[in-house]
């Protein structure tokens, strides 16, 4: 009887240990049939977002917009200004006086590529054969102090504006000095004309 018993633990014993191999390779999902009929599965990759160490976040560029020109500007702009300016020629050491038309107008990009420069008006001056373009024009709010160049014939202008008048004096190359009076003239349209480079006439 204890031999039949021993016989029986053994018997049991074998079958456990035969089972747990095919218990395992369940568990473990199966034979290899299942990982042969097909590539294996990767997951796509989502869009890259920004975030702790991708970078600087990007900052919207907002566009500039353009100033509105104030009433003391509008005074300048608007009108056509006419007059005469007295320089002293050190050469000469004699006062020569020149009539002048003056065209103020806000300032905008013309041209292009290397053509492409600031238009803030132009000027015409006696004994010229064309327009002077007119450059840095600066207008204080307060006092109406008007100041202006023509690059061309290096002459700096320096006044004030009052009312249809603006008077001041002005400094040609780094030598002659002198005067300008000019007064808006409201019942001409400004011609707008494209100044151009010129020498004197």
């Known amino acids: 009887m204890i031999h039949w018993c021993r016989k029986l633990i053994r018997s049991l014993f074998f079958s ?12 473990c999902g199966g034979g290899y049939e299942n990982d042969a009929t097909g ?15 991708a970078g600087p976040t990007p900052i919207p560029v907002t566009p500039t917009p353009t100033p509105t020109p104030s009433p003391t500007q509008l005074t300048l702009y608007d009108p056509v200004w006419e007059g005469t300016y007295t320089v002293h020629d050190s050469v000469t050491n004699a ?16 041209g292009e590529g290397a ?18 373009a007119l450059s840095f024009v600066r207008v204080n709010e307060e006092t109406g102090v008007v100041s202006f160049r023509v690059d061309v ?4 202008f320096d ?9 001041g004096t002005l400094l040609e190359g780094s030598v002659n000095k ?18 151009e480079a010129g020498g004197w006439g």
């Open 16 to 27: 456990v240990l035969l089972t747990i191999p095919v218990a395992l390779i369940g568990a």
């Open 39 to 53: 590539p294996a599965s990767v997951p796509e990759l989502g869009a890259a977002r920004l975030g702790a160490g």
């Open 95 to 110: 006062d020569v006086t020149r009539n002048m038309v003056v065209e103020f107008m806000p300032k905008q990009m013309v």
């Open 115 to 132: 053509d492409r420069r600031r238009d803030e008006g132009a000027m015409f001056i006696e004994g010229n054969d064309g327009w002077l």
């Open 153 to 156: 014939s290096s002459t700096k």
């Open 159 to 167: 006044g004030v504006l009052e009312g249809d008048k603006l008077a």
């Open 178 to 195: 002198g005067t300008f009076e000019l007064h808006a003239n409201r019942g001409k349209e400004p011609q707008r004309r494209e100044a």
